[in-house]
């Protein structure tokens, strides 16, 4: 069974009443919740627990880390951030949530800004499938529509996904691409667009199967790991030194 | 179970008497034997039979088709070519092995004139996995040699990859994108490059590994089957029409 | 100087009066006067005129050939085609335009139906630049908008393209992948939708910018013409034949 | 003119007698003499000046970038690291050569360990084009040998190129992905295998020729830069809730 660790800052869910009145546990128990509902094994861990409750043990067994984070991604341990960078290199799935764009774990894997343009109004999110062969796509039909979110615009500063699955439309004219695949090292990685802290997103059928779908996918089976280092003997003996 | 439908030209076999001693029953048994050791239903099919054994019915319950050809790609009918094509695009997986390269149905899909160098020397080649994150590359370690096979060589016409799992090294000299992954629609593809018909290539067990993880993959889940047609009433009602 | 060849149908214009209004010489004269005020060399060919106006001749003294057809892409010869085809993998550029899409040789480049869903609503389309490291953004700042144009939506058959400049966003809730580049062989190609012909997108300067740039990107310096054949010779004097 | 600043540690070269015997003014002034040659305004700059040689106004003036570092990529400063990605972001193109893939900036670009294989025996290298229709590949031909380079071998752990020109072969026995194309931001970067201290290798005609190709590429015009905020004010006026 795929094990999945559902990781949430879970800040704004206690102090800010407007936040609390959509996701009373945390948005990481509606994120966990629906990932349980879809027969995943699955576990919290939050920034205020030790080690943001990442430890070594843990990330070992983990399959696919989930990441939330909003106001206080300056606050996550450069190290911990290490950690989980050398375990998606290694294999480990990563999903990285809506305002977890410009957490560290994810500019330090994609390498870049990953600003963009935003505007919390409210307003109508339309998200259409455009890679109809993709796993992550599975059971979504031409797409599904969020009645009120933020939005976020392009430019997107990422490195052009290695597969772009879905791309939102929102009712004030802005698009964004807003589920990304990459693969770095043995790792898969998914960007997904939505889930702002104060609309109930992440109860929303659509945004479960897609978070489920793409459990799955980074879950899946890999190449053995590499081993990279001196290789004094060629592998073709006899062949070299002329 | 996986429904892997194994395509062969089967007249070299029946001929040559170098390659029938090589693939007695056919290079299609060989590849078959292959899966149904990995645990695929496999049904075969081949160039002489009726339809050239590719009914409706046939690809219809076929997950996966592999396509091996070589000296009679000409006499594959078009319409039988326009069926596959369908198929794919809606889904089917379809996995092309070596000479399959110049196949009526691959440059269908591809777009490209498929072509590439080549030299039969019974060379050594050596399959190196470039992207370990791929399920197409699981239980290959960094890679797997072959003592002798003909020799493919850049430029191959084709698409750049979407996805590059393997290249080869050729003791002559050359290199060769030798595992090519691809979709297409709501289908996915993959190019192999060995199995030339007078080595006993599809007996390796890293070849057979690769062609089984290949179907694994050209068989999973992919998105709903899109509907693409005259959508006279806007998605977002009352916001046309000005 | 880059020599640039318009061809468009050409029918419409003659018979429609509500696209004679908007066109009144013809789709391809105003692309063409884009493309000459940008500097280019450029000449224009229909398709009732001999070999469509695309002789082996004119296709050899063309670096960029952009195409516009709608009505009547069935009546395109298949031989021509296959010249263009040719051409095309052998180095000249093509930019293929709106209901282009659904033209003979763009569905042989890219291997699909080329299918999308569309909506002659008038509606507004917004054009969001998502790769700013392109040539073909050069100038365009974060995008641009057509107040009325035919709506083309997602799922568009098409390859993922091998760069993804720019998206649309249209007032009725659709997205669409709007600027796609593609290498095949020695050849670029690139799609960009906009272009209904009741509507004078061909003289707005944002959509002149575009179809510029491409035609800049798509003439570029290339690799030098690859022979792909046996070769029975190795590369590696000595170093096969075992 | 195209301003190209040519970066090198310069430290072998000065007390390594068989590196001096090799580059006794530097690695970078042979680099240096291949550009000019090729017609580029060029600066040098290395390791031990202030700032390394890469003060804000040196990078303001500097339209492409090349580094070549080996021994002592810690001792970059960070700050300076910073500086540079800025503006690779903001458009500066960035060639990496050879043991640059272990550079601090690389890494910070690329977001993976970037780590390789690696034989020191003089090695035969053989580099095939694979993407004739890409500028980089101008004037190369089918590729070009290096009599004796040092070996790098796959799994190479960089993100899968966004686009791959070259792919070496070595007699030992490995292929490598010798020449990558990555975009980020308003930047292009290309990855550039050969170069090992101890081989002549930037005096080669053909690595000269990439070089200098690379340089235009990467110098090439690009979109506006783009401004990523807060937009309280929808687009589409009048057409949001609320």
């Given at each position: 069974m795929t094990r999945v660790t559902v990781w949430a800052e879970y800040r704004q869910e206690r102090r800010d009443p407007p936040v609390a009145a959509v996701y009373p546990d945390g948005i990481h128990a509606a994120i966990a919740e629906g990932l349980r509902d879809a027969g995943f094994e699955v576990r919290t861990a939050t920034l205020d627990e030790p080690d943001h409750g990442l430890t070594d043990d843990v990330l070992a067994e983990t399959d696919v880390l989930t990441w939330w984070g909003h106001v206080a991604h300056a606050e996550v341990g450069d190290e911990i951030v290490e950690r989980i960078h050398r375990r998606v290199l290694d294999g480990m799935g990563l999903i990285v949530l809506h305002s977890?764009?410009?957490?560290k774990i994810f500019k330090r894997l994609m390498g870049t800004t990953c600003d963009l343009n935003w505007r919390e109004a409210g307003e109508r999110e339309r998200l259409w499938v455009v890679d109809p062969a993709h796993p992550i796509a599975e059971g979504l039909g031409p797409g599904f529509t969020l009645d009120a979110e933020e939005m976020y615009g392009e430019h997107?500063?990422?490195?052009?996904?290695?597969?772009?699955?879905l791309i939102s439309w929102f009712s004030g004219g802005e698009v964004f691409r807003s589920g990304c695949c990459y693969e770095r090292g043995r790792g898969r990685i998914f960007y997904f667009r939505p889930g702002h802290e104060?609309?109930?997103?992440?109860?929303?059928p659509g945004v479960r199967r897609v978070i489920a779908n793409a459990a799955t996918w980074a879950a899946g089976s890999s190449g053995d790991r590499p081993e990279r280092r001196h290789r004094p003997e060629p592998s073709e003996a006899g062949s070299t030194r002329r």
């Open positions: 977890g764009h410009h957490s997107f500063d990422v490195p052009a996904p290695d597969r772009l699955v104060t609309h109930p997103s992440y109860r929303h």
